[in-house]
């Protein structure tokens, strides 16, 4: 399967943004998805993660409340939904799927990745 993350940009601390995972190739809706990101300097980490079926999520504790993982199967595309924004969220953010079930938060749990997409949040 092949990833294709879009929507990041600037925005000031408070704002909201949302991020799309468009998904190509095999059947995306088998996959569990994710979104992890990475700061400069920092190791890439965790952020979201959604069953196959949507039905189970999972949230780093830093974005709980704040940030929201839906996915659209029919559109073979999911989504990160990041409200209450804060300088520290600032990254690059990266989809990932694999066909694993559970809501793997380590990055050698996914076997494909998105490209990337600046997130900037100012103060």
Do not use: H
Not at 8 to 26: D, E, F, K, N, T
Not at 28 to 57: D, H
Not at 67 to 91: H, V
Not at 105 to 114: E, I
């Amino acid at each position: 399967v092949q990833l294709q993350a879009s929507g990041g940009g600037l925005v000031q601390a408070g704002g909201s943004l949302r991020l799309s995972c468009a998904a190509s190739g095999r059947a995306f809706s088998m996959y569990t998805m994710a979104w992890f990101r990475q700061a400069p300097g920092k190791e890439r980490e965790f952020v979201a993660a959604i069953s196959w079926s949507g039905g189970s999520s999972a949230y780093a504790g830093s974005v709980k409340g704040r940030f929201t993982i839906p996915r659209d199967n029919a559109k073979n595309t999911g989504y990160l939904q990041m409200n209450s924004l804060k300088p520290e969220d600032t990254a690059v953010y990266y989809c990932a799927a694999n066909w694993i079930a559970t809501l793997a938060t380590m990055t050698q749990q996914y076997d494909y990745w998105g490209q990337g997409t600046q997130v900037t949040v100012s103060s």
